[in-house]
């Protein structure tokens, strides 16, 4: 099953330090939201990825220009994909 991977960090607040959202969703016409996780550090993004990645073969990646210019963050994702940044 094909499935589109959105991966954005968050801007840290006064009471709270930023996070990695991660979002997995269906390509499908109506796209589902398959699974949704929050981390606090690219190593343990990286481990789910690796999770989906066994899971999931088809999965493309959202690129968005923030996660692009977030180096560590786009290395992370593509190294656990085995996909290039574009």
Known sequence: MP????????????????R??????????DPWLLEAQQFRSERELRQWLAEIAAKYKDIAVRWTEKLKAEKPLAAAVAESLGVAIP
């Open 3 to 18: 499935v589109l991977l959105m991966v954005d960090r968050s801007e840290p607040g006064p009471r709270n330090e930023p």
């Open 20 to 29: 990695i959202s991660a979002m997995l969703w269906s390509t499908d016409k």
